[in-house]
């Protein structure tokens, strides 16, 4: 897996995260990280991982600086100027001698963040980060997130069910439910999917292409392998739309408006609400 901008999120993921990190073990399939597969290597490449996996372990008495220092001693990592270089990255700089049980929770989290980012991983696996924060932490979060992966090119994964803040980080998605995954999509892809359109099915897709450019003046529609055009302006005008075709000459088969919403359209993969 390389360090450049890469977001992958799999939704429902905790039990194959705890399997990546090497808390649980697969009862079948394989495992592959870093190119990797056999058991021995498997544990050399997660060295290479960080992680938060559901609530950070924090000394509530210690301080910030305290913590981190314990936890670099347990990994056995090399380097007492990591701490410090670490609370600088996570915005801790500043906590001074402010017990861990006083940290609001926001804060904490970052905390947790800095455990994780203590021996320098190049991946970084984070689940439900924002859970419980409220919207400044969740934006304080969210823009320390795309810090770490513009200024040290981490690869991240996140595991959420806060679908409109994935939303904003992620540039790719996997959609997992039940042990399996049913789509795996760019950024690009799913906002073509959730993207609000009219779906025109016509008797003539071509010549109902020409009438959306020479009479509408719009270049903004797709015409799709089956015929179907997409046609994603017009959206407060469907009257304007169908009589223009009409009047055109041609037969509308079907027009609908389309498009989801991120959430909707992960509940109508996943397959209505059946999605325990």
């Known amino acids: 897996m390389n360090a450049t901008f890469k977001w992958l999120v799999l939704f429902r993921l905790f ?18 990280l870093f190119g990797n597969d056999k058991p021995d290597e498997l544990t050399e490449s997660q060295k290479r991982i960080g992680a938060i996996i559901e609530n950070p372990t924090l000394f509530p008495n210690m301080n910030a600086y305290e913590n ?21 990255l996570v915005g801790l700089a500043d906590a001074g001698k402010k017990k861990t049980k006083n940290f609001s929770l926001g804060m904490k989290q970052r905390l947790g963040l800095g455990i994780a980012l203590l021996s320098d991983p190049e991946f970084l696996i984070l689940d439900e980060p924002t859970n419980g924060l409220d919207p400044t932490g969740i934006v304080e979060l969210r823009e320390l997130i795309k810090k770490l992966n513009r200024e040290k090119g981490l690869t991240v994964l996140i595991s959420s069910h806060i679908l409109s803040e994935l939303h904003q980080l992620a540039t790719s998605y996997g959609i997992i439910h039940k042990g399996k995954l049913l789509e795996e999509l760019i950024s690009k892809q799913l ?9 025109i099915k016509v008797d003539q897709p071509s010549k109902g292409a020409t009438i ?8 903004d529609y ?14 407060d005008d469907v009257r304007a739309v169908s009589s223009t ?17 991120l959430e909707s359209y992960f509940t109508k993969l996943i397959g209505g609400q059946d999605h325990e």
């Open 222 to 235: 797709e015409v799709m392998p089956d015929g179907t055009i997409k046609l994603y302006s017009y959206l």
């Open 191 to 199: 906002d073509e999917k959730c993207r609000q359109h009219l779906q």
């Open 15 to 32: 039990l194959c995260i705890l399997t990546v990190t090497g808390l649980a073990f697969p009862t079948s399939g394989s495992i592959e």
């Open 212 to 219: 959306l450019e020479d009479t509408l003046s719009t270049i």
């Open 245 to 261: 075709l009409t009047m055109n000459g041609l037969l509308i088969e079907h027009l609908s408006q389309n498009g989801d919403s």
């Open 68 to 88: 981190l220092a314990i936890h670099r001693l347990q990994k056995g990592i090399p380097g007492q100027e990591r701490i410090q270089k670490t609370l600088d």
